[in-house]
């Protein structure tokens, strides 16, 4: 049926519409856009990065079971895309680079200052540590991830400011903070002791800028009333339960496969 409707533009220019891109083309019909990727075969049920304006910059779409792309809504797995069809961010479109990837040369310069303290131990709390180079958010550049050998804890994300390595700090003060990087560029955290549960839900945005999304604590201090926080306000265990179930985005399958020695 996509084929008769694409043959069909050759001749019925009212009811489609075509805009160039990188990789194929944008179509237009009486239901929607659509991609046509042109080779007989379009996108469904799937993300795709797309240079629509061929400008370098590729934007994030999402594409239904039938092939349409979404529009001004909300996604099957909770993203917000705006009248584009873009996925954005607290209202800001989520952009990738779209030209050549860098090598890993590159990034083990860049990383080097990062990477020569860990190899002397004078950066972290992992043992036996491993790293690599990983783009959690899509924008084309690659941010450090070091982690523990066996257990896969990650102890420590940096990335690139102006080509200048930024650790992704949660509390200078504490250490023992696990990540996990979970899908679409969020990454969340956690920590507890004997009194207190800590968590956080942020995202790092097209520009590799962290994002916050929210926190949620639990006090649990011996005869004491239970503290339930959202963002720094008390609510009941049942809205710190919903907040925390805000986290449960799926995980990024993160495989660590440098030595530092």
Sequence with gaps: MRKVILAAAITTFSCIMTISAYAGNWVKNNTGWWYDNGNGTWPSSSWQWIDGNSDGI??????????????????PDNYIVNNSGAWTVNGVVQTKNAGTEKSD??????????????????????????YDFIDINGNGSKELIIGERDNGFIRGIYTLNNETPVEIVIDPGVSAWRFNVLKGGYISTSNSNASWDTNSLSILDSNDNRVWVSTANYTHIFDEPEVYEVNDVKVSREAYIDE?????????NIRLTRNFK
Excluded: H, Q
């Design 58 to 75: 590729a934007e994030c779409y999402y594409f239904d079971g039938s092939g349409y792309c979404m529009i001004n809504t909300t996604t």
């Design 105 to 130: 040369s590159y990034y083990m310069e860049k990383y080097a200052s990062v990477i020569d303290k860990w190899r002397n131990d004078e950066a972290g709390y992992a043992l036996d540590p491993v």
């Design 244 to 252: 925390l179930n805000k986290y449960n985005i799926e995980k990024e």
